[in-house]
């Protein structure tokens, strides 16, 4: 019998990978696996094959899963020729952990990321899954924070808190019901590793709620997904069942006396509820407008509570530093932002997808080097890192490693670790413009900055664009993006302006008389 | 079942399913049941959560999947992405020529959308539910001739 593993991933899918199991499930002796993806989304529909006769070359890799070779961008028509021919087939790549793109990673929250099925606790746990919530019950909840602490881990939706200082202070508060809440509102355009993670090892999350329920006292807890992701809330809710009805959740967990439940909960189309108030206001079922703070959530959070608030990748990397220790996390990444970062390589560029490595790659390592540069072959201009509300990164600046300090010092922001690379054919004066769309769009409309504010810079840039009063346009926008730093309730209208001022920085050349000419506009 | 009896009924089992905050799974489940969330159905839910027509509207209003026409919802829905990543690789243009193909037909509901996950494979679309990447016009018009035949 041949196994074949098929990613049952979103992206995988919306390129062909459903067809490709179908074509490959007809044919004989074959079992189609469907898994999460490897992350190589440039090479997909990826398939790897399991039990090949005869076996492709070596075969074997150095770690997991040995006899796996991967066979790149396949359609349906390929299925039987790939099954005949093997290692001589014009897609085969060989095993997928060997390839160079995979080698230079370093996978800590992604290791089990499209080898094991997504629906199975007992797959979960062969690949090393609840090792880390074991661990966890053999010391106290106080330990496993203080673990958390000494692995340096900082959270991953992008503003990079110490985690185990909001878990001491859940920890700390007094209250008979304490939350849990994963927030997997993943918005920023470029960024995707909540969803992969959610479609290919959902378990993970699972676990890391467990040991954050342990730590903190917790009872209860919500996954919130983004309705834009149907694929990942069908993966999660089917992990969630599996999970309860495997033991792990539900009351006295595993013999350990904890009790915990969880439940995943639909956003409906709005980009705020990233902003973790936002979310928690969601959830409760209102208007997802940003709280102010303080309170702060771990004191008085979902429904008055004391809450832990996590991106789902925090959470996700938290059973493998219990399981592996804090030390091996820390080991990796740079002095104060430690372990790793999911970079997800989106837009213009040849070989997009999910790079996990230590934090302190260079943004050229991973536009050149893993990216290989933009698809459209044209050189590259401008890499927006960070999401809708990062800096726009020149070209001549690709050197910067990305780590939490080295960006914010040049004026730039890690976020939630997208990266968007652009080619010569940008106008960052339309970009600039973008953002303050965006923000008009998705504001909540709660502090008049934000609000207001956003919807004034889009009428300047509009104004700047056509080259119209150059001289004062500019320095009312610069105005405006001072009031929406400093005004603002939340990130959206305070970071608005970072890629606005990061074009007027560093791409001038868009902002002129001459670039308006070139546009059309008058002057 | 007519639609207010329906919509109690949504109401009521969600309510009694979740204890905390079932307001947005129930305007989830009854969009999908019936297409949009009408005045009546608003007033419906509030009455059956105890809570003010105010509080419901005030929710519906808020976020962009909720659709408060009365009308039945159009036939098909194309959703192209406008949001940066997608932009990279000509996701405005796209946009611009889904609304340009479909102009005029009340069948299709032409919406954006501002990141679908897939981001490294880009423009993304979708087509009635459907994720397409590396998408272009013609094979949005391409999916959508399976409407006409």
Same mark, same amino acid.
Request: charged share 20%; hydrophobic share 40%; aromatic share 6%.
């Given at each position: 019998?041949?196994?074949?593993?098929?990613?049952?991933?979103? #992206? #995988?899918?919306?390129?062909?990978?459903?067809?490709? &199991?179908?074509?490959?499930?007809?044919?004989? $002796?074959?079992?189609v696996v469907r898994t999460g993806s490897r992350g190589m989304l440039w090479a997909e529909p990826l398939v790897e094959i399991q039990g090949l006769d005869p076996a492709p070359d070596s075969g074997q890799s150095a770690s997991h899963p040995p006899g796996r070779a991967g066979f790149a961008n396949l359609s349906p028509a390929d299925a039987e020729a790939v099954l005949a021919l093997g290692a001589r087939h014009t897609a085969y790549l060989g095993p997928v952990d060997d390839h160079p793109w995979f080698r230079?990673?370093?996978?800590?929250?992604?290791?089990?990321? @499209?080898?094991?099925?997504?629906?199975?606790?007992?797959?979960?746990?062969?690949?090393?899954?609840?090792?880390?919530?074991?661990? &966890?019950?053999?010391?106290?909840?106080?330990?496993?924070?203080?673990?958390?602490? %000494?692995?340096?881990?900082?959270g991953r939706g992008g503003a990079g808190f110490p985690t185990a200082v909001k878990w001491r202070t859940v920890a700390g508060a007094e209250s008979s019901v304490k939350f849990i809440c994963a927030n997997a509102d993943e918005g920023d355009s470029g960024t995707f590793a909540d969803r992969m993670l959610m479609e290919g090892d959902p378990f993970s999350t699972i676990e890391g709620m467990l040991i954050a329920a342990y730590a903190v006292g917790a009872s209860e807890g919500f996954i919130y997904i983004r309705s834009e992701y149907p694929h990942a809330v069908a993966a999660m809710r089917r992990a969630v069942d599996a999970a309860r009805a495997a033991g792990y959740l539900g009351h006295d967990i595993a013999g350990s006396g904890l009790d915990f439940d969880l439940e995943v909960r639909v956003g409906a189309g709005a980009y705020i509820c990233g902003e973790e108030t936002s979310m928690l206001n969601s959830i409760e079922g209102r208007r997802a407008e940003v709280r102010s703070k303080p309170p702060i959530p771990a004191l008085r959070g979902l429904f008055g509570h004391p809450t832990v608030v996590n991106?789902?990748?925090?959470?996700?990397?938290?059973?493998? !530093?219990?399981? $592996? @220790?804090? #030390?091996?996390?820390?080991?990796?990444?740079?002095?104060?932002?430690?372990?790793?970062?999911?970079?997800?390589?989106? @837009?213009?560029?040849?070989?997009?997808?999910?790079? %996990?490595?230590?934090?302190?790659?260079?943004?050229?390592?991973?536009?050149?080097?893993?990216?290989?540069?933009?698809?459209?072959?044209?050189?590259?201009?401008?890499?927006?890192?960070?999401?809708?509300?990062?800096?726009?990164?020149?070209?001549?600046?690709?050197? !910067?490693?990305?780590?939490?300090?080295?960006? #914010? %010092? &040049?004026?730039?922001m890690l976020g939630h670790g997208g990266v968007v690379v652009f080619d010569d054919t940008v106008d960052l004066a339309r970009q600039a413009r973008f953002a303050m769309e965006f923000c008009a769009i998705e504001s909540c409309g709660k502090c008049t900055p934000c609000r207001v504010g956003s919807q004034r810079g889009v009428e300047t840039l509009d104004h700047i664009l056509a080259g119209r009063e150059l001289g004062a346009n500019l320095a009312l926008l610069e105005d405006l993006c001072t009031t929406m730093t400093k005004g603002s309730l939340c990130a959206m209208g305070g970071l608005t302006p970072l890629p606005v001022r990061s074009a007027l920085t560093h791409f001038a050349e868009d902002f002129t008389p001459e670039a308006a000419r070139r546009r059309g506009g008058a002057s | 079942m007519d639609r207010e009896e329906s919509v109690r009924a949504i109401a009521t089992?969600? &309510?009694?399913?979740?204890?905390?905050?079932?307001?947005?799974?129930?305007?989830?489940?009854?969009?999908?049941?019936?297409?949009?969330?009408?005045?009546? $159905?608003?007033?419906?839910?509030?009455?059956?959560?105890?809570?003010?027509?105010?509080?419901?509207?005030?929710?519906?209003s808020f976020y962009s999947d909720f659709r408060t026409t009365a009308a039945s919802a159009p036939a098909h829905t194309v959703t192209v992405c406008r949001a940066e990543a997608c932009q990279a690789v000509g996701g405005q243009a796209l946009f611009d020529q889904a609304q340009a193909m479909f102009a005029g037909d009340e069948r299709v509901d032409v919406r954006e959308a501002f990141c679908l996950g897939n981001c490294a494979l880009g423009p993304s679309a979708t087509v009635d539910g459907r994720l397409l990447g590396r998408v272009s016009a013609e094979r949005i018009a391409t999916a959508a001739e399976e409407w006409t035949a």
């Amino acid at each position: 019998m041949t196994r074949v593993f098929v990613p049952g991933d979103a #992206a #995988a899918v919306s390129v062909g990978a459903d067809d490709v &199991a179908a074509a490959f499930a007809h044919q004989p $002796d074959v079992e189609v696996v469907r898994t999460g993806s490897r992350g190589m989304l440039w090479a997909e529909p990826l398939v790897e094959i399991q039990g090949l006769d005869p076996a492709p070359d070596s075969g074997q890799s150095a770690s997991h899963p040995p006899g796996r070779a991967g066979f790149a961008n396949l359609s349906p028509a390929d299925a039987e020729a790939v099954l005949a021919l093997g290692a001589r087939h014009t897609a085969y790549l060989g095993p997928v952990d060997d390839h160079p793109w995979f080698r230079r990673q370093q996978r800590v929250t992604t290791t089990r990321l @499209g080898i094991v099925d997504p629906s199975s606790t007992s797959d979960y746990e062969r690949h090393g899954g609840w090792a880390g919530f074991r661990a &966890a019950l053999d010391v106290s909840p106080s330990q496993v924070v203080d673990a958390v602490m %000494e692995s340096g881990l900082r959270g991953r939706g992008g503003a990079g808190f110490p985690t185990a200082v909001k878990w001491r202070t859940v920890a700390g508060a007094e209250s008979s019901v304490k939350f849990i809440c994963a927030n997997a509102d993943e918005g920023d355009s470029g960024t995707f590793a909540d969803r992969m993670l959610m479609e290919g090892d959902p378990f993970s999350t699972i676990e890391g709620m467990l040991i954050a329920a342990y730590a903190v006292g917790a009872s209860e807890g919500f996954i919130y997904i983004r309705s834009e992701y149907p694929h990942a809330v069908a993966a999660m809710r089917r992990a969630v069942d599996a999970a309860r009805a495997a033991g792990y959740l539900g009351h006295d967990i595993a013999g350990s006396g904890l009790d915990f439940d969880l439940e995943v909960r639909v956003g409906a189309g709005a980009y705020i509820c990233g902003e973790e108030t936002s979310m928690l206001n969601s959830i409760e079922g209102r208007r997802a407008e940003v709280r102010s703070k303080p309170p702060i959530p771990a004191l008085r959070g979902l429904f008055g509570h004391p809450t832990v608030v996590n991106n789902l990748l925090t959470l996700a990397t938290v059973p493998g !530093i219990l399981a $592996d @220790g804090p #030390a091996a996390y820390a080991a990796l990444g740079t002095a104060r932002s430690r372990g790793t970062q999911l970079f997800q390589l989106a @837009g213009n560029v040849a070989r997009g997808g999910l790079v %996990e490595t230590g934090f302190g790659v260079t943004l050229r390592e991973l536009v050149e080097d893993f990216g290989g540069g933009t698809r459209s072959g044209r050189p590259v201009r401008a890499v927006q890192v960070g999401g809708p509300l990062g800096a726009y990164v020149p070209a001549s600046q690709l050197e !910067i490693p990305l780590d939490y300090e080295s960006m #914010a %010092e &040049a004026g730039f922001m890690l976020g939630h670790g997208g990266v968007v690379v652009f080619d010569d054919t940008v106008d960052l004066a339309r970009q600039a413009r973008f953002a303050m769309e965006f923000c008009a769009i998705e504001s909540c409309g709660k502090c008049t900055p934000c609000r207001v504010g956003s919807q004034r810079g889009v009428e300047t840039l509009d104004h700047i664009l056509a080259g119209r009063e150059l001289g004062a346009n500019l320095a009312l926008l610069e105005d405006l993006c001072t009031t929406m730093t400093k005004g603002s309730l939340c990130a959206m209208g305070g970071l608005t302006p970072l890629p606005v001022r990061s074009a007027l920085t560093h791409f001038a050349e868009d902002f002129t008389p001459e670039a308006a000419r070139r546009r059309g506009g008058a002057s | 079942m007519d639609r207010e009896e329906s919509v109690r009924a949504i109401a009521t089992r969600y &309510a009694a399913l979740m204890s905390r905050g079932p307001l947005l799974p129930i305007l989830h489940a009854v969009q999908d049941a019936h297409g949009s969330i009408s005045r009546p $159905d608003v007033v419906a839910i509030a009455d059956v959560l105890n809570v003010s027509i105010a509080d419901v509207h005030g929710v519906v209003s808020f976020y962009s999947d909720f659709r408060t026409t009365a009308a039945s919802a159009p036939a098909h829905t194309v959703t192209v992405c406008r949001a940066e990543a997608c932009q990279a690789v000509g996701g405005q243009a796209l946009f611009d020529q889904a609304q340009a193909m479909f102009a005029g037909d009340e069948r299709v509901d032409v919406r954006e959308a501002f990141c679908l996950g897939n981001c490294a494979l880009g423009p993304s679309a979708t087509v009635d539910g459907r994720l397409l990447g590396r998408v272009s016009a013609e094979r949005i018009a391409t999916a959508a001739e399976e409407w006409t035949a």
